[in-house]
């Protein structure tokens, strides 16, 4: 009896080869996409927003900058007086006002530290950007690997279901057996339902970031992970001491301080004001030449001071922020150690496919029943998917390793 009811739930070897290796070959065709991973992202970073809008702010600011280091427009006063008796004064006069000659200069360098810090920080949060679109494009193919998978094992309980019901039919098995296989098809449906659903939010999480529903299309043709290369972590922490853009713009900040601290000190200095003046009194004209001087205000003190507190607060961040990424930095490399030598040992079982096919044939063969054949599977889709897992962490850990990828001379 046993022989006969596996003769008649034999499946079909080309039509019905249940196996985990169908998985493999449905994301292998896949990898062949219309776009790179580096091009879907270049295009993710290219789109957003946050990036367009810091350009335009920062050359809003440079340009303030540049307007405030300007002569004053000159300034031209006219009077007409009378007197108790009918006199008349008349006046007409211009003058030219200016700072300390050795502001300008001082306002110019301010301005030049300026731009080099907001360039800076134009880089540095390119690179959070870039890294934040990198990673929910390795979340956006982790997710649709899994759901590779759990379409496959879907597929296989609906062509498992349909033997069995037409087996039942035909009274070869029992309805407790049919009833098994119904469960498990419940279950892989569920499973691939909430992975489908989970793909779909992240992909509409993509094109909130690109501001563009053309970037969804372009990411779902990406199927593997990016190719990253692990790095000495003496070779990370010079990047990170000299490429890092944070890194680059407390420094510049520290510059800026300095430059601020230097126009404070200028600000002490006297202003000026030369001017031409001609008036007319008591049918006599006048004419001659006026000099004023302005006085500094009194807090240019305070501003020298503060200027001098900014520069000693990027000093100190400077050293928090190289020293928090170099940790950081040691921290992902060891975490990268451990799931690529997990990675290997999965890749070492599971990448020849053979798991499955084993089963069909212990099945097929009458060497293992229905129950143990559906455990031995979801087990082995289970290490499957657990080895999904730690290469979707492991490539997460290589990017947030390699973020200064583009932004480096490497």
């Known amino acids: 009896m046993n022989r006969k009811k596996n003769r008649i739930l034999k499946f079909d070897n080309m039509k019905h080869r249940i196996t985990l290796t169908a998985a493999a070959a449905v994301l292998a065709l896949t990898a062949s996409s219309q776009s790179s991973f580096d091009e879907v992202l270049t295009n993710a970073v290219a789109s957003n927003p946050d990036i367009v809008a810091l350009e335009l702010s920062s050359k809003s600011e440079i340009e303030l900058l540049k307007a405030e280091n300007v002569l004053e427009g000159p300034e031209i006063e006219a009077g007409h007086e009378w007197g108790h008796y009918g006199d008349r004064k008349m006046h007409v006069g211009i003058s030219q006002s200016f700072d300390w000659p050795g502001l300008y200069k001082a306002r110019r360098d301010h301005t030049r530290s300026t731009a080099s810090a907001l360039d800076a920080l134009k880089q540095s949060t390119l690179v959070d950007k870039t890294l934040e679109a990198k990673t929910m494009l390795i979340e956006i193919i982790a997710a649709k690997r899994k759901l590779v998978l759990l379409n496959e094992m879907q597929s296989t309980m609906e062509q498992l279901n349909k033997r069995y019901a037409e087996s039942y039919n035909h009274g070869e098995v029992s309805i407790l057996d049919v009833n098994k296989i119904e469960i498990e098809l419940l279950k892989a449906t569920r499973a691939a339902d909430e992975q489908r659903t989970l793909y779909d939010n992240l992909i509409s999480g993509l094109c909130s970031f690109a501001s563009t529903a053309a970037i969804g299309s372009e990411a779902r043709n990406l199927a593997e992970y990016p190719a990253e290369t692990l790095l000495s972590e003496t070779e990370y922490e010079e990047f990170i001491k000299n490429a890092d853009p944070t890194v680059i713009y407390r420094r510049s900040m520290s510059e800026v301080a300095e430059d601020n601290a230097r126009i ?5 200095m006297p202003g000026f004001s030369v001017g031409y003046e001609l008036s007319r009194e008591e049918n006599q004209n006048f004419n001659g030449i006026t000099v004023a001087v302005k006085l500094p205000r009194w807090n240019n003190r305070h501003a020298s001071t503060a200027a001098r507190l900014a520069k000693l607060e990027n000093e100190t961040l400077l050293n928090t922020a190289v020293m928090r990424s170099v940790i950081e930095m040691r921290n992902d490399l060891e975490t990268a150690s451990d799931l690529d030598r997990q990675a290997k040992g999965y890749a070492r079982i599971l990448d020849n496919g053979r798991q499955a ?18 455990l031995e599977l979801n087990y082995f889709v289970e290490a499957r998917l657990d080895y999904e897992n730690v290469c979707y962490e492991l490539s997460l850990v290589k990017a947030r390793l390699n973020r200064l990828h583009p932004f480096t001379n490497r």
Do not use: C
């Open 357 to 374: 096919e084993l089963l069909k044939k212990a099945f097929d063969g009458g060497q293992i029943n229905l129950l143990n054949y559906l």
């Open 264 to 268: 404070a000190k200028l600000s002490a």
